[in-house]
């Protein structure tokens, strides 16, 4: 990093040539001839970014031509540090809207999506091909420089984030097609669950509303060694979050609309049917700790998302119960006894007492020990109690004798 720093300076002094009466396109030309690949595609980016500065050529073309040369590396560490200063060099000079650098000869947001979109693809090879380069025996430590580089293919997805002409119809048809393209492709269980994260964390919440099914679909796509749960965990609790506190009737045209979309398609019916598939494909083999940290994820979106349809609920309710007869559980296991107080706890706020008249409710108690039935039964009569429903007589036939 501290070699980026000093090229910067050697930028400032190539402006200052220009300004003695020095041709860019003769400093470009120049650095071309450096003797060693590395050095001189380091100084022809340098210069490119002092040319796009001076406005003596289109910028499309001189990133055009930047993304040619720099195909010439492909020793995996040296490629990406290589293509990372690239980005970096680049991130203020793209034709973005409302930016200098915007125009009929220098290009639109879209040749500046292009551009990253492009450095993205060759990042992720060279990040993936990294892991093929030390034998056996160096494998292990291989992985760990690799996770600690994955930073540099991300900052791709972060600029793209942040382009000011970034808009949903340039997201769902360049953006996000190309990205889940280079993701399923590359086959790589690091390079795939790193760049699905980066896209869930990246990009607005509205925006995945509206492409939730094509982001599900591709979940299906992905190496079986990907952990699918927790893509789907941080999906939902960004969407949740959203629905509770972002969407609002006195949000963005964007909110409204996404709402809107959301209305039209069935997230909740989306969202099982892809967590169905995890539990019958992969609930074998998966901790029964995990998958009841999913269902509980998969409650609290749930709850803020549609807050007063109990018939989904129940269906959570389930398929957890599914879970449980299928998978023997310790009930000494702190962890999953947490989880399941959680999940019957987590539809008092919307439900109150009526989560009593769920047939799946009672049912899940029985594979709690005496002192978590007892938190539960406590939350549920300070919910009855905060609700104004208080009554001498069970009005559920009996049920709160669950706890016995």
């Keep these: 990093m501290m070699t980026f720093d000093e090229l910067a300076f050697l930028e400032s002094h190539f402006i200052e040539e220009q300004k003695k009466g020095r041709k860019m396109s003769d400093l470009y030309e120049s650095v071309q001839h450096a003797g060693n690949i590395i050095p001189r595609l ?7 970014s002092a040319y796009i500065k001076t406005k003596e050529a289109p910028v499309k073309l001189i990133l055009r031509d930047l993304l040619d040369m720099v195909k010439g590396v492909q020793q ?81 997805i972060i600029r793209l984030s942040s382009l000011d002409g970034l808009t949903f119809d340039n997201y769902s048809t360049m953006i996000l097609p190309k990205i889940l393209e280079i993701i399923v492709i590359c086959k790589d269980t690091l390079a795939q669950q790193y760049l ?55 949000g963005t045209p964007e909110e409204q609309e996404a709402m809107a979309a959301a209305q039209n398609v069935n997230i909740f019916k989306l969202f099982k049917q892809y967590i ?47 879970i449980l007869k299928s998978t023997p559980i310790n009930n000494n296991d702190k962890n999953c006894m947490k989880l399941l107080v959680k999940l019957l706890t987590v539809p008092l706020d919307s439900a109150s007492v009526q989560v009593l008249s769920m047939n799946h409710y009672p049912s899940l108690m029985q594979y709690m020990k005496f002192s978590n039935k007892r ?15 208080a009554q001498k007589t069970d009005p559920e036939g009996g049920k709160m ?3 016995q």
């Design 276 to 322: 169905d598939k995890i539990i019958e494909e992969q609930g074998k083999t998966i901790d029964i700790s995990r998958l009841l940290e999913l269902e509980v994820a998969f409650m609290n979106f749930t709850i803020k998302t549609y807050p007063f349809n109990l018939d989904y609920v129940n269906e959570i309710l389930e398929s957890c119960n599914q």
């Design 401 to 403: 004798a669950i706890v």
């Design 76 to 156: 995996p560490i040296r490629g990406l540090f290589l293509r990372y200063y690239l980005l970096k060099m680049m991130k203020d000079k793209l034709p973005d809207v409302g930016t200098e650098f915007e125009g009929a000869e220098n290009g639109d947001v879209t040749d500046a999506i292009d551009f990253i979109l492009q450095n993205m693809s060759e990042m992720n090879r060279l990040w993936v091909r990294l892991q093929h380069l030390s034998s056996q025996k160096d494998k292990d430590m291989r992985e760990v420089e690799r996770n600690e580089l994955r930073v540099t293919v991300g900052e791709n």
């Design 196 to 250: 699905m994260e980066c896209v869930i964390q990246a990009f607005p919440d509205d925006y995945h509303l509206k492409t939730l099914e094509k982001l599900l679909e591709t979940t299906a796509q992905l190496n079986a060694n990907v952990d699918i749960k927790s893509i789907f965990i941080n999906l939902m609790e960004k969407l949740s979050k959203y629905a509770g506190d972002g969407a609002t009737p006195e």
């Design 42 to 48: 380091y100084l022809l980016i340098t210069v490119g």
């Design 375 to 389: 938190a539960v039964a406590i939350k549920i009569v300070k919910s009855v109690i905060k609700d104004g429903h």
